[in-house]
């Protein structure tokens, strides 16, 4: 299944045009994303924007916290954890990508490479994804907007995260970062995009089920007792 848990939400009409190009194209679900702010707004129009697309493909929400305080960070993912499907926090500075990715309960590091020359991890970083289960995601959209040298980084700093990513298993998510229709391509683009950048078939198909994982574990987050045992209830 095509997942993308990173597309950008805006206004409702927006919403439903992105939705239904996306359905098109072959994405069978996604996410839109927003910010600490304007999170709780989008919440509010659930119920509207779920009879505008008339169940054409399914959709749920991202909390996208941008922000360099490690604190406001921290009080944001407690404050919508329980109604976020998956909380992401914008990477680049290296205070940020090692508080996220030591922090339970935050789902998603994206573009820790985001403004800088480095690829923004470590063998050190990637170890604490894989230990506190917390993916790395890569944005379509940084490579479809930058041209000649600056595209040639971002698929240098993709593909040093790509050795990483093989010789750690960390959880890694592929996400389009889409404004506006034209962003949004095929899902046979978007595959064939990712490939052309390193990696393999196999890994992109991954990178969808760790999405579909990440939505299903946040379904159960609440019963959680500590990783790996989940609270169930006795009918006997």
Same mark, same amino acid.
């Given at each position: 299944?095509?997942?993308d848990?990173?597309?950008?939400?805006? /206004?409702?009409?927006?919403?439903?045009?992105?939705?239904?190009?996306?359905?098109?194209?072959?994405?069978?679900?996604?996410?839109f994303?927003?910010?600490?702010?304007?999170?709780?707004?989008?919440?509010?129009?659930?119920?509207?924007? $779920?009879?505008?697309?008339?169940?054409i493909?399914?959709?749920d929400?991202?909390?996208?916290?941008? /922000?360099?305080?490690?604190?406001?960070? !921290?009080?944001?993912?407690?404050?919508?954890?329980? =109604?976020?499907?998956?909380i992401?926090v914008?990477?680049?500075?290296?205070?940020?990508?090692r508080?996220?990715?030591?922090?339970?309960?935050?789902?998603?590091? /994206? =573009?820790?490479?985001?403004? !800088?020359?480095?690829?923004?991890?470590?063998?050190?970083?990637?170890?604490e994804? +894989?230990?506190?289960n917390?993916?790395?995601? +890569?944005? *379509?959209?940084?490579?479809?907007?930058?041209?000649?040298?600056? !595209?040639?980084?971002?698929?240098?700093? *993709?593909? $040093?995260?790509?050795?990483?990513?093989?010789?750690? $298993?960390?959880?890694?998510?592929?996400?389009?970062c889409?404004?506006?229709?034209?962003?949004?391509?095929?899902?046979?683009?978007?595959?064939?995009?990712f490939?052309?950048?390193?990696?393999?078939? $196999?890994?992109?198909?991954? /990178?969808?089920?760790?999405?579909q994982?990440?939505?299903?574990?946040?379904?159960?987050?609440?019963?959680?007792?500590?990783?790996?045992? !989940?609270?169930?209830?006795?009918?006997?």
């Amino acid at each position: 299944m095509f997942f993308d848990l990173n597309i950008k939400g805006s /206004s409702l009409e927006n919403n439903i045009k992105l939705a239904k190009q996306a359905s098109e194209y072959g994405w069978e679900h996604i996410n839109f994303s927003y910010n600490q702010k304007d999170f709780q707004n989008a919440l509010n129009l659930r119920e509207e924007l $779920d009879d505008g697309l008339e169940s054409i493909i399914s959709f749920d929400y991202t909390l996208e916290i941008k /922000s360099t305080n490690i604190n406001e960070i !921290r009080k944001a993912a407690n404050k919508f954890r329980d =109604r976020a499907s998956c909380i992401s926090v914008i990477g680049g500075d290296l205070k940020v990508n090692r508080a996220v990715l030591e922090n339970v309960k935050i789902d998603v590091l /994206s =573009r820790p490479y985001l403004k !800088r020359y480095d690829a923004g991890l470590n063998h050190i970083l990637a170890k604490e994804s +894989l230990r506190n289960n917390v993916a790395v995601e +890569l944005c *379509f959209n940084d490579i479809l907007r930058s041209y000649l040298a600056p !595209r040639a980084k971002i698929i240098s700093n *993709f593909r $040093d995260i790509f050795t990483l990513y093989r010789k750690f $298993d960390f959880p890694l998510i592929l996400s389009s970062c889409s404004e506006s229709i034209f962003d949004i391509k095929t899902t046979q683009d978007f595959v064939s995009v990712f490939k052309q950048t390193g990696l393999n078939d $196999d890994e992109i198909n991954k /990178s969808f089920i760790t999405s579909q994982n990440i939505l299903e574990f946040n379904k159960n987050r609440k019963d959680l007792i500590f990783k790996g045992v !989940r609270r169930v209830n006795d009918e006997a």
